[in-house]
């Protein structure tokens, strides 16, 4: 961290936050210049409140130049994460394709999608049964009878399965669930990340459309800093100006994620661009930027889904899609 | 609601998607050109999953013309709504300041900054118990004691207290807050809000820092739908390229905001800038462009808040700025 | 500025890049730590070019600390800038409203908008000779034409003119203009930006849609440097995700601008909201936040306007937005 | 295109509106519902101004339903554009190279580099002469004998040249150049692009940083108006809130654009991401969405680079992802 003076400090005020920073653990070495002082401040800054310092009348400006994550952190712990889900593993030059419904919807509807995706090669079953809606007149998902179907889908297939929740009190629905996600609009629920944290079980954290990747690992770090080192980051797209697609899919988070973090980063095509011709080329495109994984809606019947249709793809389109990025990735081994 | 159908739609799925709309109390008019057709929809579309249809094969794009929000639309509900906290009114010609420190800190705190904002016109205090910070190794908030010294000090000056809530859990905490806080970030925490709408007390919304006006009324719809309709909407700015103010203040969101619906908006200066300097002029022009009230930090001692501290007002720069705004309105009366 | 280096860096290129920067008249005053070293640099680091540091191999990060731009900087120019635009001033008190139709259509409605304005309190007349149309079957302006008629309508007011150039080879027609404007998309035309910098003339640089505030000053620092020190800045929205208006005003751009620079900033409501009925409130609302002037666009014929029309209020409605601004500013003086 | 009206909407308005629109050989379909009449039209509505009508008493909302361009709309022209650029070809399948400097900085330089990436497979070649840069005390390229070295380079290697223009001033100077680049600064610069468009040359036309694909096509269509077909798009990231990387590369662009047109589209890894590492990753992903070429900077002396050092790869790094770019097309040929 770098603390820029201003011209002439109270050198009270300058001694105090000297001595407030060595009682840190934080060297401070103070550059002089003819018009300018400069402190340079060396060690564990993360546990510095950038603010504090910021809000003091002697300085001007204050740089953080280290990252404020830990155990998210690639330079203290530079070999990737394999996170192992039911047998599955992702990371680490382990591939998971994650596929199935937006919406649970029927016993029929997920298992026949659980089994569909499974011949073609999918490694876990997702489907909400909690739904994100932003009205609150639009299907809110099945809730409770939707987790025990995404079971029953599992106990078919063998798939381990990955859903969402939406509030810490649905916690105890997630027992047997194998993977729970957080999205989007939680991402900086810190509540419920907090409490994520005490479990001893994966959770994929979807990046918040328009949280920054430092805001992203920062939210892994509440999980992390719970015990839970089982975190799987999720690239879904940010929100910009741009309508063609619903938000912009960040595929050069992937490269920037493996080189600051050491977990897995996955991609979701479809709730990303919204739209369903767009989420082979972005999945094709996610595999080639090194991505550890994949999330892609599949739906047996697309045109009647009850949310999301537009970004689902069939099973016949989706197998087809599986043989693209198995060729491509054998091309790039 | 307009469809722009593709060419030659399949008769037999058109028909299907005019039957099910009329089932819905839709009317649908179908306009017949020579290259196109367009199906206008007439009735009640917020009960339409737009996205449903969007998913049709015949379907090219779907535009929506009306609103989705109902209980939030001025058009259903011409007049101002006044929200009356504790007898002090916010909206249809009512203004508020709403003042205090980013955290509770200590009684001692609270209780001055209470007395001190109270005697410079404020008509309710704030201040943080539970705080979100984007690191878990940021100091948290006092959590149930900031209520309870918030309780006090609210009995020391008679002053309502507006305090963020961050999850459902900590609701029995808040039964004697006057109005309860929804933060950015959990502007879409839609399990949150469905709880909030079966209160009977007063919830200032914060606008999500990349959420649309739109969306933000559809928050509102969220808590309205349940029955409580004391929603007070807040502009706390928006999150762009911009890197000179933490966010950028929408001020546009207040004349258009107070068009399409009839809730108060209040405007959050100091988390929009995140810069003590700024919150005077932007105050100033929140004022002038018709916001129904304010909501500002004001701290004892700006130079050692433990959070959030560049964007606090000192005592004597919001009195002043208090008087400032009164001179304004007389002058804009 | 401030150097991060990698760890253990080799020792020849940093002696390398010490000396380089020293002979730049930079002070460098390394701060060795026990993992890392920082150079701290101090001096005109506005001669560096930063990426070219960022480049080295040993290096891990800069971060500039000191703003780039000298003839803009409020640091080395304390006072403000006042402009003379033919007799009147902009800046350092002077409040100056900018006011005309979008473009220029005939004589007939140029003189009677002017002479409608000025009966208003308008100081300065705008309007549209060279228009830029996102469509090229878009009207674009009466061109050489437009300004005849602009001069004619100064000749029969007296109000100096404003008008906007788009390419560098027009300006032999601008010789009589009393202020060139430079439209948003021509922000960064850095030629253009040259060649007006050899003038002895007024120059109202609009904010680009996506620049940041340092941006602007950068270009604002292209004309200055050129020798022409008669720069006006206008902030006219940025591009963000919001669709309710067309761009959003960023008005903390007053403030922060008039901290980092001695030049006089105006604001564009018209453009920026793209709506008339929010330009009286973004008007007073830019007035407040202490900007030196607006430019509003007032059509005699609003419905019927070739360009724009949507954003153009009507005389009547001008001359009460100007009489509300002149009430606003007594009161706040 | 479709019309909303205003509740009872001034009858006599209505007729001029609607007779005005059939002068324009536009069919008006009304269709009155109980509470609201839409106007549908059907035509050639790229030629009506949007807000002209949208300016109307009687107009509550106008939204556009066809897309606003024409000889740049695949829909008009369902076959591949191929560009043939001195025997070159990129579109239609013919997968294209763009390689070379950033800037061009003297003839060993610009020579040694163009050998090499010709070596390595590079299809032309591409080296700044006239650089935009955001600070005037920047080197701004070598201009015409920048140029000059280009069309030595050429003459040694037999690679056809791409360069950047920055005012329509400097055409004489591109007479000999293969492809002329215009800048993203410069993708609304109107009147260079009427110029262009009289030209019998490839223009390689880069989205501004914060245009929407429309905006970028619009353009195409102001050179493609004029006469000169001969246009390539590049994708070269856009503006966000995100700092990880310099702009946000959005590879969803070559999906839809290659939908809505028929243009060729190559994407620039280097300047969308400012970082060396990230080019080989994003040129692959770009390259598995689909894009018809790539455009990456190589410079045989990457940390001294005179300007964009960053974003460069070493001659040894450009082969090895030539390499691995020719696999993976090979695989999902």
Same mark, same amino acid.
Request: glycine letters at 18%.
């Given at each position: 961290m770098v603390v820029l003076l201003k011209k002439d400090p109270n050198k009270q005020q300058l001694e105090g936050l000297i001595s407030w920073l060595q009682s840190k653990n934080i060297e401070v070495h103070p550059t002089v210049g003819q018009t300018r002082t400069i402190l340079g401040l060396i060690g @564990?800054? =993360?546990? +510095? @409140? +950038?603010d504090l310092i910021r809000a003091l009348d002697i300085v001007e400006d204050v740089k953080r130049i280290q990252e404020p994550y830990k155990n998210a952190n690639r330079k203290f712990h530079p070999d990737d994460t394999i996170i192992d889900v039911s047998g599955v593993k992702i990371g680490g030059g382990n591939f998971a394709v994650i596929a199935g419904p937006c919406s649970v919807e029927s016993e029929e509807q997920i298992c026949s999608v659980a089994e569909s995706v499974k011949a073609s090669g999918a490694n876990l079953l997702r489907g909400g049964a909690f739904k994100p809606r932003t009205s609150p007149y639009s299907f809110q998902g099945m809730r409770a009878d939707g987790i025990r179907l995404l079971l029953e889908a599992r106990e078919k297939t063998g798939l381990p399965i990955v859903t969402e929740i939406m509030d810490a009190e649905q916690l105890p629905l997630f027992e047997d669930v194998d993977v729970i996600q957080v999205g989007a609009r939680n991402m900086q629920n810190f509540e419920l990340l907090k409490k994520l944290g005490k479990l001893d079980k994966p959770v994929l954290l979807k990046r918040g459309f328009s949280s920054t990747l430092e805001e992203l690992l920062m939210s892994a770090e509440y999980i992390m800093a #719970? #015990?839970? =080192?089982k975190v799987i980051l999720c690239e879904r797209g940010i929100r910009t100006f741009e309508t063609a697609t619903r938000n912009t899919l960040d595929l050069s988070a992937i490269p920037v994620l493996k080189e600051l973090t050491h977990l897995p980063v996955v991609v979701d095509p479809s709730h990303a661009t919204g739209i369903a011709r767009l989420v082979a080329p972005m999945s094709l495109a996610a595999t080639a930027a090194g991505a550890d994984g994949l999330i892609i809606e599949v739906h047996n019947d697309p045109t009647r889904a009850?949310? @999301? #249709?537009?970004?689902s793809l069939t099973p016949e389109a989706f197998d087809s899609l599986a043989k693209q990025i198995r060729h491509m990735q054998a091309a790039l081994a």
């Open positions: @564990d800054t =993360s546990v +510095i @409140d +950038i #719970g #015990g839970n =080192s009850l949310c @999301d #249709g537009p970004q």
